[in-house]
């Protein structure tokens, strides 16, 4: 009972967060010289009813503090406007997310797996040469500037054929059976996989091992020890539990690092993400789609860490204590 | 202490080794005008996407010689529709150290025109070729150094005043004032960083001269990440506030504003080095993300960003590599800066140092 109330809390705290978020995005976004129609406008695809209705709808002739009310009303309500092509961007919106979130979810499943284990080992192993090689390769995974890298891997892929170049899917996607469908997605995604996992693996496996390093110093597992208990034990039973749950909190950083690393990533591989949909939002100062994107990113990095809160409030009793 | 962290990092290997990579770039920046044997706009379009010089010290009889190069011609040849670039064996260009070259500014005050190396007037000597329009990719990479190497440490001198203040007023008054300041900052930084960046970027204004769109670009990176730091400042902040000495100066009479920038803040003196170490790489990285897009240090200028801006044409990746080499810069300065970073972390938690 106490964990649900504690999780009804961490959740309602979400709501002034949004609010505050999208206010400063309208600010900023408010703060461009640029018309915000002026795309709109000159699209003859665009008829100028449509252009009068989002002048109406975003408020235009009333001061901005009226603008952002109208923008508000209308974004809780699932309306966010046309694009400066005149597509929904809602729809533009459903598209892109799905594939944003599946390249870092494949991230981060791949990171932890991997990570995790790194990070013990190297604990275990604490000042061995294998545990100094690993902090060398992490230390240059770090320093690889995503773009390049990416850039790199392309630079591969069109020399060696092996990867298409870039994009989800390939050009006959849709006459394919479902096999073959989750085999050219796989395929799409190595590359850009790649990127972001070497990138974000580091962080993660550097601070699984100070967590164990941490939890092996401390008394409990000294006694753990002391009792004749196997290595095996003391570290999988014992020590390993608790070196876990800062890991969590991590998560919600992993995700936001990854929300914005993948920006760059999509953009190399021309990946359908949300990430380059807002790069090419802002290259087209499209106000509405820049506007929507922006919030859906923030909302689900507020999401990711919610998530990663809960985890840790069911995993941790120690939270629900001080709570 | 200051000084005790750097006997302990020259002690380290690698550490050692990262300073002096790092003390070399630094060095070759300060001195771009001289080692660079072209100025930043030189640019001969009729030397576009030419390899690099190749440089010989022995001649056609195998015999040693002064270092020379020849010039490449470029030949459109109109069966595989491809431009090729053949050496012209007719003349050579014997490379020349310390003689005059274009004219400029040392260190921004002494007019001359001697160069570190330098050819005759119609040689070309391209040490790692040239770009689209025809500039040396050397001499750029050197002055591109300069705003890429530089942004960072700008922009932490932007942001940290910031933040301590911020950090400091929040967790000394607490309460409701605390609670705002703290839910505006997480705010902040529930934007996904990079999102909020190339907007900031894209809503500036088109028409600026160079040097201002620079510093707007610092305070933009500044923007970024003030909120993050700012919180860990706050932690320390509460931890230390109730300390004797604070409640001392308290006692006396002195004014918030004092007990916060004297007592308090200096606290998080050791916080506050290991977090602009770790931080110059981040800001690096990001300024050269920016301008890979084309939102941040624009053209005629260079930055590392920028000039791997062309590495997006596959016919570029493909066939000039070495229009690549900023990559690997920035690769290097930021791999070094991340070892010199992890040893003082090292240095300062003690907790570490056991065992």
Redesign the interface.
Same mark, same amino acid.
């Given at each position: 009972m106490d964990t649900l109330k504690y999780i009804l809390k961490r959740i309602l705290q979400t709501i002034p967060l949004l609010i505050i978020v999208s206010m400063i995005s309208f600010f900023i976004i408010r703060l461009s010289p640029v018309d915000p129609l002026a795309e709109l406008k000159l699209n003859p695809s665009v008829s100028p009813e449509t252009v009068e209705r989002e002048r109406t709808r975003l408020g235009l002739d009333k001061p901005v503090i009226i603008q952002y009310g109208k923008w508000a009303i209308s974004f809780v309500k699932g309306d966010l406007g046309v694009t400066s092509t005149g597509e929904k961007v809602s729809q533009k919106l459903a598209e892109r997310i799905p594939n944003t979130l599946l390249l870092t979810s494949i991230v981060i499943l791949l990171t932890w797996l991997v990570g995790v284990p790194l990070g013990i080992i190297a604990a275990v192993r604490w000042r061995t040469n294998f545990d100094r090689l690993l902090t060398v390769l992490t230390s240059i995974g770090m320093a690889i500037p995503s773009f390049f890298f990416a850039v790199l891997l392309l630079m591969f892929a069109v020399k060696t054929g092996w990867f298409p170049i870039g994009g989800l899917t390939s050009p006959n996607f849709a006459d394919m059976s479902f096999g073959a469908k989750f085999l050219d997605i796989t395929h799409h995604l190595i590359l850009p996989v790649l990127v972001l996992f070497t990138i974000s693996l580091a962080g993660l496996q550097r601070q699984m091992r100070a967590n164990m390093l941490d939890v092996l110093d401390s008394d409990y597992v000294k006694f753990a020890r002391a009792k004749g208990l196997s290595e095996g034990i003391v570290i999988y039973k014992h020590a390993l539990r608790n070196a876990i749950n800062p890991m969590i909190t991590l998560l919600g950083f992993e995700f936001a690092g990854l929300l914005s690393g993948a920006a760059l990533t999509e953009y190399v591989f021309q990946y359908p993400g949300l990430g380059r949909l807002i790069l090419e939002a802002v290259m087209k100062s499209d106000i509405n789609l820049v506007m929507a994107s922006l919030m859906m990113g923030a909302v689900m990095l507020i999401l990711g860490n919610l998530i990663a809160d809960i985890l840790l409030i069911i995993t941790d009793p120690r939270i629900r204590s001080k709570a | 202490m200051i000084k005790n962290i750097l006997r302990q990092l020259w002690k380290d290997k690698y550490a050692r080794l990262a300073v002096i990579v790092l003390g070399v770039i630094y060095l070759a920046l300060i001195f771009a005008d001289f080692i660079a044997p072209y100025t930043k706009d030189f640019s001969d379009r009729t030397m576009a996407y030419v390899p690099p010089s190749k440089i010989f010290t022995i001649d056609e009889n195998g015999k040693f010689s002064k270092p020379y190069t020849y010039n490449y011609v470029r030949e459109f040849n109109a069966e595989t529709l491809q431009i090729n670039y053949s050496l012209d064996r007719s003349k050579k260009h014997y490379i020349k150290f310390f003689s005059k070259g274009q004219p400029y500014k040392f260190l921004g005050i002494v007019s001359i025109q001697r160069h570190l190396f330098t050819t005759d007037k119609d040689g070309r000597v391209f040490l790692l070729g040239t770009d689209i329009n025809g500039r040396d990719v050397f001499s750029r990479l050197l002055f591109g150094g300069r705003i890429s190497m530089t942004i960072g440490f700008l922009a932490l001198f932007v942001l940290f005043p910031i933040g301590l203040l911020y950090g400091g007023i929040s967790g000394y008054f607490g309460g409701k004032i605390d609670m705002i300041m703290m839910?505006?900052a997480?705010?902040?930084? &529930? $934007?996904? %960083?990079?999102? +909020?960046l #190339? $907007?900031?970027a %894209? $809503?500036l *204004?088109s028409g600026m001269t160079s040097s201002q769109r620079f510093m707007l670009i610092v305070i933009i990176l500044a923007l970024i990440g003030w909120a993050g730091f700012a919180r860990v400042v706050r932690g320390m902040v509460l931890s230390v506030k109730n300390e004797d000495y604070v409640l001392a100066a308290k006692s006396i009479g002195a004014s918030k504003l004092r007990i916060i920038t004297k007592h308090i803040l200096p606290q998080t003196t050791s916080y506050v080095i290991v977090a602009m170490t770790l931080s110059v *790489?981040s800001y690096i990285?990001s300024e &050269?993300?920016l301008s !890979? +897009?084309g939102?941040g240090i624009q053209q005629p200028d260079a930055s590392w960003g920028n000039m +791997?801006k062309e590495?997006?044409e !596959?016919t570029n #990746?493909?066939y000039r590599p070495w229009l +690549?080499t900023p990559?690997f810069l920035? !690769? #290097?300065s930021?791999?070094s800066f991340?070892?010199i970073g992890?040893i003082i972390r090292d240095i300062l938690d003690p907790?570490s140092n056991?065992?």
């Open positions: - | 839910r505006f997480e705010a902040v930084m &529930s $934007i996904p %960083s990079f999102y +909020l #190339i $907007i900031l %894209s $809503i *204004p *790489p990285l &050269s993300g !890979f +897009l939102l +791997l590495a997006q !596959f #990746i493909l +690549l990559g920035i !690769f #290097i930021v791999l991340n070892i992890d907790k056991k065992g």
